[in-house]
Structure formats: C-alpha cells, structure tokens
C-alpha cells in the first residue's frame, strides 16, 4: 500500500513540473506517432502493459521473446549479405570474399530474366542480363556459381519465386556433382509467390497452378531435403512497396496462412512441412516501432499455428525469420549517411530476434554495392554482435513499458488486417481482388506527401541538404557480359543431348497436366540434362498459362 | 486548355513500380490524364501505347540498370513511328554517369531518386505548355507592414508630421490585430497593433521591438508561384494562399528563404 502512496506522489510531482515546464518547453508537435500511425504518449508507465506479458520466456509460447532460450548468447545471428551480379564466374568471386570476410551463410540474387523464367537470348531479356544478379540458364552456370564453395558447409539463401522449383533442382544437382547428398543441404528458396503479385513483381503463372508448384515443393522437400526451407514468406518487399510495418505484418502473415491451407488441401500433414516455413521482414527506421513489429508476429503466428491450425509439433509455432535493413529509406544524397541508417535498423532487428541478418550497402539507392561498400555493411553487423554487447542478454526490451504496450498494440492492429482478409475469403482472393495492392499504394502515396510537404524529415534529403556531386566509386556490370552469356548458352545447347531434353520437357509437361503428379522430381531429371530455365518455364507456361498483372 | 496526358511506363521486367504508382497518382492530382502501362513492356509496346493514347509525354521507369539499353529504344521506335515529337522522360535507380548519356540519346530529362513529385509535374507543365509556368515579376510594392504598440500613439506620426491620409483602419482577428492603411503614391504602409499577447505582431515586438515587420508584394497567379516556389525549395509559411484585405489572396515567404526579411505576396481581389 505504501508503496503504492509513494508512486502517486511521485506521479503529482512529475505532473506538477510537466505544468510548469509546459509553458517554457512545448513539445514540438501536437501528436506523435509511429510509422503505422500507432499515438505515441509522452510517457509509458507500470499502467501501460498487461501483467501477465512479463511472465512470458524465450524459447517458450508464444515466443514474444525469441525462438530459443538462449538466443544469441550461443550463436549470433547468420549474417548473411545478398550478392550476385554479371557472370556466374564473377558472383562466385564475390560469394568466396564474403566468405573469407567472415560471412556465414550465402544469398543469391538472381538477374530478372532468371527470375521471370525466360533465357539470356530471349527477346524479354534485352538489357536485363546480369544486371540486378547473376544469370543463370542452364546447370552450367549453377556449377561454375558453386565452384569451390563446398555445400555441405555453407547453407545458401535463393531469392527465386514463380522458377523456384527449377533453382532448388540445379542446387540439388550441383551437390550431386560436390557428393553432398540432397538431405544434407541447407538453405532457403523464397518461394513466396502471393508476395510477388503484391509487390515484387516477378510472376510468371497465375496464382492457382503457382500454389500447386510451391506444395509440390513442400511435399518433395519433407522427404528428400528435410533441411531446407521450403519458403521464405515475405514482408521486405510488400514493405519497401511502401507499406507501414503493421500491413507488412498483417499481409506477410495472411499470405503465410494461405501456404499452409493450400498444403493442408494437398492432404499434407501440417507438421510435416510447417516447421521449414520461414519468414522474411524488414527493419526500417521507426526503431522501437519495428521491434514490437517482430515481436508481435511471432508471437501471433504462434497463436495460430497452435490454436488455429492445432499443429502440435513445438517447432512448427516457433516464426524463424531473415532480416534485411529497408532499402528503401536509403538516400542517393550524402550517401555515407545510409551507413549510420543500417545500424539503427540492425540494431533492431537484432533487438527483435532475427535470426539471420542482411544489411545494406551505402551505395544501394545509386546502383548495385561495391566490394568496399558491402564490406562495410557486413563490419557493421560484426561490430554489433562483437563489440556493442547487445547480444549478451536475450530480449533486452522486454519489460520496457513502450515497448510491451506497442507490441501489444501491433498485434491488435495486425490481428485486425488478419480477420479483414480472411472475411475476403483469404489472401490469394485477397490478392486478386488487389485489396492489399491499393493498400500498399495508398500508403505508398500518404508518405510521399509527407515527405514533400516537411512533414517526415528525411536527413540530407529534405532538410540539412549539401551541394554536392553524387558520383561516387560505382559498381558496373561489363555490357559485354550480355554476349558472353548467350554465346555461353549456345555453346551448351549445342554440346547437350537434345533427344534427352525433349524427352525431359515432355516429362513435365504431362506432369503439370495430371493435377495429381509432383513436378519436382521431373524439373530434377531436365535440369540434369541442361535444359534451359527458359525452356521449362516455357513448358510450365504452355499448360499453366501467363498472368497479366 | 485540355488535360496534359501522360504515358507512365515500365520497360523491361524489373517489378519495383511503386514509383511509377505514386508518380502516376500526383500527376493526376495535378489534373493531367495517366495511362500507366503496367509492368514488363516492351519499347515496341509502350510506342504503341503512346499513339494509341495519344500522349503528350512520356515517363519512363526503371531500377534494374536496364535503363542504358530501352530508354533510347523507346525514343528511336517513336522517330520510326514518326512520333518523335511526343517528348520521353526518365526516372528510377539512375547512376549520374548516365544521365548524360540517355539525354544524348534524346530522353529529355531524367529525374533520379529524391526528386520531389512537384517538381516533375511542374517541369511537364513548362514542357507542354511553354511559357505558362514563367512569371511576371511582382508590380509593386503592394505595401510595408510596420508593426507597432498602439496605433493611436503612431498615427500622428505619419498623419500630422508627414502628412499621409488615413484609409481605413480594420481588425483581422484570424491574427489578432488591428490595421492601418496610409496610402504613398501606388503603395500603402500598413501599421499593425496587437490585439492579443498571442498575436504574431506581439512576439515580434517582444522579441525584436517595434518596426519594419514585412514587405508585400503585388503578383498575379499566386498558387502556381506558390507550387513552383515550393518545388524550389523556397520555405513558405502559408504553401496555400489565404484571405487577406479587400479580398486579396495573400501568403507568406519564410524569411530563412528571403535573408531575413519577412516577404508578403499578394494577389489583389478580382
């Protein structure tokens, strides 16, 4: 009781001086709020949060504290920088620097063709090759990526979508060729195609026959690859689409629940493939706004797997998730600024929980990073976990009053989104409809606005300008690359078995029609004998059809 | 004077458009026509597009480096189709380096990163309509805002020992104070007393005392200067007008922007 009496003297007190100091020192604005425009009040207090939230554990439902019990005190998160650009040759120098830079795991970007499913000589490809990764056509390029890089000790992170069945076939066979049998590879494809419709755009089939790839990758990988994650359902991009944080939540985890229904359809057991989802968010600058981010979303996923979904496997609650720092809140302006940006937003997500990590490269709104720049963004994760101390403790917020009170509240606001889409009857109508498009768009637009009118001050942009020369030490890809690329293919087209793959095309073109068959195994034999990416995909097309955004 | 129509287009198969989403949006709130094309299209199909829709301009938008490849492409398919004169525009993750270099190859303009929407509708209006966006420079000095404790102590000043007439006297509650209009030839000096301790005129006498407060300048078409102003960077305290006396269109220039004078626009009522 006493100290109850204590407390509401003390709070007199601090009214009585905010009274006084009110006059002297008004705040700067009439409302705060966070990016999801969530109010921010000038204090949080014991009042704020809800008792029973503090007596929640890392590594223990509903995991608002972190998957593990010890988190990053037995292993830092994997710091893993997304590369590839050009050649498979020259991505293959880049991904063996980063590894004796102390990189721990890799992350293949692709060129768009790659990603879109068409060859480097395809009239659509003109201008595209090697431009934002590296192209690949054939198994041969999957070799040359890999080379001297052992599989069974790195795992490697593939941002493919609508072709993710035919990469994971290259990787498979290429560890073949290494000895490393396919249960032992580790890694991650997106896979994530609901997020390409909304935001990224590398589509290729309409969304029915593009769920039936991705279970039918599920059903294969809980055999044969049980290591690997099988998606990685991700917010980054519906995000840097322009969204706020509580839409990233609430879009990635509607799109997430629409695998897991299209699994369960396909007659999956939901423990069977639910522990290899994986997630992938993204850390912008509205710092204690994205940790409650994080934390929220764990801890809903887990309410739904368990309660919703009633899996009963532990693992399949836990919501594992990579991370990447916005890039999207870089600035072409004074460009070494962005350097400070990535730490805050790393710093975040290692407050939330991540557990694996990309940060951006300074140079990343001019053009793709130099090796000087990515090392400079990979130091900035290593100094975070070695020398800032953040990773000592395991979720050091919790019990901040603001930052248990927001969590909560995200996860209202995200539960909300969450029950509108599933009132539409699920994301993938939801996505059709092009509900969480304009959304996105809206929102896109509102911060736009914002900015132009002063109202969000973007350092170096809008406010604390500099005259200056934005021409820094670029990094360029050799025009020269596109020729090689498709001399190279022609060189393989030519030396291969052509019977072979008609035959193998033919395959999975039967495959695909019989609703029933898995595609995987069939991609497997084609790409073994050097069918093209364009030329699968193609297959696919002729049956699947083409979507038109 | 019809609608500008805008073509916004995604040449080659990079799926980042939330530029050409929010571009295409402030365009249209600006009052022109846009036809967005949608993602992965051909120069051959946004040339189409553009006689078909019969464009006054074209913009252009991408970030995955293909930029150096279909920017000209497009421009040298429309000299084919004999539509070299619809201009083409560019924007998105554009190196500086080759900025000069798709401006050789006929792109008009590029703008990059960070380039505010008001700015690139304001160049599209000079690009179609040439001249309407330059403007006449102010025609007076529509009047001298002093500011002052009480009217009744100054106006003998300017009454008895320089000789002005009194026009009229008005409060203007929206900033609490009174007004003084003495009229100098095609000029006036305004003086303006307090009406409150929250006025603006009571801070600046609090802070600076009494005297020169700002000058106002006569000016035609104040939103449009006032947009284009604001596209420059010039720091405006009102980016809308708002009613003054006798039914003018008045708004304020931040003195940051105006070396530390307080500058006063001002649109006579019609």
């Known amino acids: ?549 | 004077m019809n609608k500008i129509r805008v073509l916004i287009a995604k040449p080659g198969l990079d799926g980042h458009d939330r530029g050409a989403l929010v571009i295409s949006q402030a365009l249209r709130d600006h009052g022109m026509e846009v036809i967005y094309t949608g993602l992965r299209q051909s120069p051959l199909q946004i040339v189409q597009a553009a006689i078909q829709e019969d464009v006054d301009v074209i913009g252009l938008s991408s970030l995955s480096g293909a930029h150096r490849t279909l920017f000209p492409k497009v421009v040298e398919l429309l000299e084919e189709k004999g539509a070299g004169d619809i201009p083409v525009i560019g924007g998105g993750v554009i190196p500086s380096e080759d900025i000069s270099f798709l401006i050789d190859s006929g792109v008009k303009k590029v703008f990059t990163s960070g380039a505010s929407t008001e700015a690139l509708a304001l160049y599209i209006k000079e690009l179609i309509h040439p001249g309407k966006s330059t403007y006449d420079p102010p025609s007076k000095i529509a009047h001298i805002g002093i500011a002052v404790q009480s009217l009744d102590q100054t106006l003998p000043f300017y009454m008895d020992t320089l000789g002005l007439s009194l026009e009229k006297v008005e409060e203007v509650t929206s900033e609490e104070v009174k007004v003084a209009f003495l009229k100098v030839g095609e000029t006036r000096i305004e003086l303006l007393e307090p009406l409150a301790s929250t006025s603006p005129i009571a801070k600046f006498i609090e802070n600076k005392g009494e005297g020169v407060h700002h000058i106002a300048f006569e000016i035609d078409r104040i939103e449009d200067r006032l947009a284009k102003m604001k596209a420059e960077g010039i720091q405006l305290i009102n980016e809308e007008p708002k009613e003054g006396a006798n039914n003018s269109q008045v708004a304020f220039v931040h003195p940051t922007s105006a070396h530390g004078v307080l500058v006063e626009l001002c649109e006579e009522g019609k």
């Open chain 1, 1 to 549: 009781m006493k100290k109850n009496k204590d407390s509401e003297e003390k709070l007199n007190i601090y009214e009585e001086i905010l009274r006084k100091n009110s006059k002297r020192f008004p705040e700067r604005k009439e409302h705060f709020e966070t990016s999801s425009n969530i109010p921010v009040k000038r204090l949080y207090t014991q009042d704020s949060f809800k008792e029973e939230k503090t007596k929640e554990y890392p590594g223990v439902f509903p995991y608002t504290r972190g998957i593990q019990p010890t988190m990053y005190r037995s292993r830092f998160w994997t710091m893993r920088q997304y590369a590839g650009f050009g050649s498979a040759l020259e991505t293959n120098k880049r991904f063996r620097y980063l590894l004796e830079q102390g990189q721990t795991g890799l992350s293949v970007a692709f060129d768009l063709p790659t990603q879109i499913g068409y060859d480097s000589d395809d009239p659509m490809a003109e201008g595209e090759v090697g431009k934002v990764g590296v192209a690949i056509d054939t198994l041969h390029d999957m070799e040359v990526l890999f080379d001297k890089i052992p599989l069974n000790e790195v795992s490697t992170s593939m941002t493919i979508n609508a072709p993710a069945a035919i990469l994971l076939c290259m990787y498979i066979a290429v560890g073949e060729k290494q000895g490393v049998p396919m249960e032992k590879l580790t890694g991650t494809i997106q896979n994530d195609i609901l997020k390409e419709y909304i935001a990224r755009g590398t589509y290729i089939y309409p969304p029915k026959p593009s769920m039936r790839i991705i279970t039918d990758i599920f059903a294969y990988c809980q055999k044969s690859l049980p290591k690997f994650n099988t998606i990685s359902i991700s917010g980054y991009h519906i995000r840097e689409a322009g969204s706020s944080a509580v839409q990233e939540a609430g879009f990635t985890i509607a799109n997430g629940m629409a695998y897991v229904d299209a699994a369960l359809e396909k007659g999956l057991d939901i423990d069977s493939f639910a522990p290899r989802l994986a997630f992938f968010f993204n850390a912008h600058n509205d710092f204690f706004e994205e940790i409650a981010k994080f934390r929220a979303s764990r801890r809903i996923w887990a309410q739904i797997m368990k309660d919703t979904y009633e899996a009963k496997n532990e693992r399949s609650w836990k919501m594992r998730f990579h991370t990447q720092t916005g890039g999207s809140t870089l600035t072409a302006q004074q460009p070494d600024n962005n350097i400070v940006r990535v730490t805050l937003q790393a710093l975040a997500a290692v407050m939330g929980g991540t557990q694996s990590l990309h940060t951006n490269s300074r140079d990343e709104a001019l053009s793709l990073p130099t090796e000087e720049s990515a090392r400079i963004a990979l130091r900035t994760q290593q100094i975070l976990a070695h020398e800032s101390g953040v990773a000592d403790t395991v979720d050091p917020l919790a019990g901040s009053y603001f930052v248990e009170e927001l969590t909560d509240q995200m996860e209202e606001h995200i539960y909300e989104y969450l029950y509108h889409i599933q009132e539409m009857g699920g994301a993938v109508q939801a996505v059709q409809e092009g509900y969480m498009q304009r959304e996105i768009h809206q929102e896109a637009y509102e911060t736009q606005k914002k900015i132009e009118s002063n109202e969000e001050i973007i350092v170096g942009l809008n406010a604390f300008e500099v005259e200056e020369e934005i021409n820094p030490n670029l990094l360029k890809v050799d025009p020269v690359l596109e020729e090689e690329q498709v001399s190279m293919l022609k060189s393989i087209r030519k030396d291969r078995q052509e019977k072979d793959v008609e035959h193998a095309l033919e395959q999975i073109k039967h495959a695909a029609q019989s609703e029933e068959e898995n595609l995987i195994p069939h991609i497997l034999h084609a790409v073994k004998v050097y069918a093209t990416v364009g030329e699968i995909s193609n297959t696919l097309r002729d049956v699947f059809g083409q979507y038109e955004g």
